[in-house]
């Protein structure tokens, strides 16, 4: 999965807006075209947006992850901003709530996350 601004770069590539919308429609396109890619995909890593976003139909993202054999997890950090105090260092952002947002993902259904930190 893709974060809000990667993933309009890949829409405004195609002529399509950067929506919520627009956003759900191509995930839905991904996770529904075919059963058997589960059988590739150890898990899938979701971004926020993700997590609550559901098909046209009504079924949950996370669902269709699981029903394909997949892992659903979540990226937690929240990317970089400057250090203050260094020259052109950066600091990644996302410990503060860390733990409760956690707890909600896994309440949502996902079992793993991932957190980049760029040096």
Known sequence: DESVGTMGKRLANIGVENT?????????LLFTTDKQVGTNLGGVI????????????????????????????????????????????TTTQG???????????????CRFAKWRCVL
């Open 46 to 89: 979701l971004f926020h947006e993700t997590v609550y976003q559901k098909t046209s139909d009504g079924v949950p993202f996370i669902k269709l992850i699981q029903d394909m054999g997949a892992v659903p997890g979540i990226k937690v950090d929240k990317g970089v901003v400057p250090l203050a105090g260094t020259n052109g260092e």
């Open 95 to 109: 410990l503060d709530d860390l733990a409760n947002r956690c707890k909600e993902y896994y309440k949502e259904g």
């Open 20 to 28: 919520e919308e627009n956003r759900r429609a191509y995930r839905e």
